[in-house]
């Protein structure tokens, strides 16, 4: 959830029980007043600290021994992101030693933030990507509605993700011959209901053509908006 960007405290297990009410460290990271987004890799125990207007990404590592949060490393460029999205782990390409994606919002662009770790071996990384939670749910609604629980169902990445088949979408249909229309008088044949002329016909046609030759117009012209676009990118980059 969104916070003031700032301070940064991490609240977790306290003494014998769960103590939410101070917290176990504190971390002064600007003096701006912006939105902190947090992002956290429960895999790596690693959290990504994104302020909006900001230009960085800090990350920290979160141990269960004091002093509990150890600074890593800051990621910086030129432009503030006016927002930031994250990549669910099983999206990231293993091959690469990828372990983070952002997705930075510009003002007319989405920008990724790509992290890799540098490894020599080109060997499946098994400290880098244990198994993480996966797309299927380990309850269904009205089991937690219930007041079940359930540890998340995690997925290996060894082979890289692959999405599973979609489970069977059971829709009741109702048949259409059913539902009959009320007895009555059928109506008279309007004029609507009258076959068109020959000129109707050609008039229509025409119509047709000059609005096809239009949208071929205006797809070719968004063509080229989009490859001047990414020159533009390109010689920004």
């Known amino acids: 959830m969104p916070c003031p960007w700032g301070w940064f405290a991490v609240t977790a297990c306290g003494g014998a029980g769960n103590n939410f009410e101070e917290p176990v460290a504190l971390q002064e990271m600007d003096t701006s007043n912006g939105v902190l987004l947090p992002f956290y890799d429960p895999d790596s125990s690693i959290i990504y600290l994104c302020g909006k207007g900001d230009s960085s990404i800090r990350y920290f590592e979160i141990t269960e021994e004091p002093p509990f949060v150890h600074y890593l490393n800051t990621f910086s460029s030129k432009e503030p992101q006016r927002g930031m999205g994250f990549m669910p782990k099983r999206g990231l390409d293993v091959s690469k030693c990828e372990i983070a994606r952002f997705y930075k919002l510009h003002e007319r662009k989405c920008e990724p933030i790509i992290m ?31 007041g079940q629980d359930a540890e998340p169902v995690l997925i290996s990445l060894r082979d890289g993700y692959v999405p599973p088949k979609h489970r069977e979408l059971r829709v009741t249909k109702r048949n259409i011959l059913d539902v009959r229309p009320p007895s009555g008088p059928r109506r008279s044949q309007s004029a609507s209901d009258a076959p068109l002329s020959q000129h109707t016909l050609e008039t229509l046609l025409e119509e047709i053509k000059a609005l096809r030759e239009q949208v071929q117009a205006q797809e070719q012209r968004i063509t080229a908006l989009e490859n001047m676009l990414c020159e533009l990118v390109d010689d920004t980059d």
């Open 116 to 146: 890799t770790v540098p490894r020599k071996s080109d060997l499946f990384q098994d400290d880098l990507y244990p198994d993480t939670p996966g797309p299927e749910p380990a309850l269904e609604a009205d089991e937690w509605l219930s």
